[in-house]
């Protein structure tokens, strides 16, 4: 048992800890009645230490479960059962993002092309947003760790924004200049190297006026207490213009006017 402590201790993703503490665990069958609660419950420590949901195998499902589980254990094949709790997992994150349906009125709904659970004007983590738009999935992992998400199949891209940069988490190169002109108007600076006749820069230029262009906004990284901040979504934003080069300056015009409480932090962010 010791040893698989310290497997797992060096295992970095909580989703693959999940997996393999309730096989071992299971495998090993160190009681003689309730194993399976035990292992289940050992899976969803793993996968809160990860941000991801508390999941339940149900009763129903029961069949499947058994039947991937003795894939892994006589046949050495733990994909099946990899594949099983990843779909489980997948369908409690949704439900979970689903709930934000049920939010006050000053929360917004914006009809798009495609589907995504995400309110105008609420708060979500980087992983919330990437697994609401399809990049984190239980069984990948977006490696993304920019301010810009591209989203080819959907036409869309997903800006990240910090307002307060200080040079302890920013080189100065990318200590870009990004705040609301506006309740509606969106100022955001590109990287340094964007110029509006050649390569990023002219597709900022053409694929702006039409992509989805998704706004997410927050004050600073961390808060005083030094946890994580999460991301205001701002909805959707449509170009009005460009300036400058190397770093290209852009207004966004937001569909929906910014909450006074964000909107106050947005506006007095802008430097030099």
Same mark, same amino acid.
């Given at each position: 048992?010791?040893?698989?402590?310290?497997?797992?201790?060096?295992?970095?993703?909580?989703?693959?800890?999940?997996?393999?503490?309730?096989?071992?665990?299971?495998?090993?069958?160190?009681?003689?009645?309730?194993?399976?609660?035990?292992?289940? /419950?050992?899976?969803?420590?793993?996968?809160?230490?990860?941000?991801?949901?508390?999941?339940?195998?149900?009763?129903?499902?029961?069949?499947?479960?058994?039947?991937?589980?003795?894939?892994?254990?006589?046949?050495?094949?733990?994909?099946?059962?990899?594949?099983?709790?990843?779909?489980?997992?997948?369908?409690?994150?949704?439900?979970?993002?689903?709930?934000?349906?049920?939010?006050?009125?000053?929360?917004?709904?914006?009809?798009?092309?495609?589907?995504?659970?995400?309110?105008?004007?609420?708060?979500?983590?980087?992983?919330?947003? $990437?697994?609401? /738009?399809?990049?984190?999935? /239980?069984?990948?992992?977006?490696?993304?760790?920019?301010?810009?998400?591209?989203?080819?199949?959907?036409?869309?891209? $997903?800006?990240?924004?910090?307002?307060?940069?200080?040079?302890?988490?920013?080189?100065?190169?990318?200590?870009?200049?990004?705040?609301?002109?506006?309740?509606?108007?969106?100022?955001?600076?590109?990287?340094?190297?964007?110029?509006?006749?050649?390569?990023?820069?002219?597709?900022?230029?053409?694929?702006?006026?039409?992509?989805?262009? /998704?706004?997410?906004?927050?004050?600073?990284?961390?808060?005083?207490?030094?946890?994580?901040?999460?991301?205001?979504?701002?909805?959707?934003?449509?170009?009005?213009?460009?300036?400058?080069?190397?770093?290209?300056?852009?207004?966004?015009?937001?569909?929906?006017?910014?909450?006074?409480?964000?909107?106050?932090?947005?506006?007095?962010?802008?430097?030099?």
């Amino acid at each position: 048992m010791l040893i698989l402590l310290e497997f797992l201790q060096e295992e970095p993703e909580a989703s693959v800890r999940a997996v393999l503490r309730h096989f071992i665990f299971v495998f090993i069958h160190p009681y003689m009645d309730g194993n399976g609660p035990m292992g289940q /419950f050992l899976m969803n420590a793993m996968l809160a230490s990860g941000g991801y949901p508390w999941t339940v195998i149900p009763v129903e499902s029961r069949d499947e479960y058994i039947y991937s589980l003795e894939k892994a254990c006589v046949e050495q094949n733990i994909e099946p059962f990899a594949a099983f709790l990843g779909r489980l997992v997948n369908e409690e994150i949704r439900v979970e993002l689903l709930r934000y349906y049920l939010v006050p009125d000053w929360q917004v709904v914006q009809p798009l092309p495609f589907v995504q659970p995400l309110k105008v004007h609420s708060r979500y983590t980087r992983e919330q947003i $990437l697994a609401a /738009f399809g990049e984190n999935t /239980f069984e990948r992992k977006s490696s993304n760790r920019e301010g810009v998400v591209n989203l080819e199949a959907k036409n869309a891209k $997903l800006q990240l924004i910090t307002l307060e940069k200080t040079e302890a988490n920013y080189s100065p190169t990318t200590l870009y200049n990004d705040y609301a002109v506006s309740e509606k108007i969106f100022h955001w600076q590109s990287q340094n190297t964007a110029r509006p006749e050649t390569g990023k820069g002219l597709s900022y230029v053409k694929q702006s006026k039409r992509e989805n262009q /998704f706004i997410f906004v927050r004050e600073k990284n961390n808060d005083e207490f030094n946890n994580t901040i999460a991301y205001v979504f701002l909805g959707l934003a449509d170009y009005i213009n460009h300036y400058g080069a190397k770093p290209m300056s852009i207004n966004w015009a937001l569909r929906e006017s910014a909450l006074h409480y964000i909107w106050k932090d947005m506006a007095k962010m802008p430097v030099g």
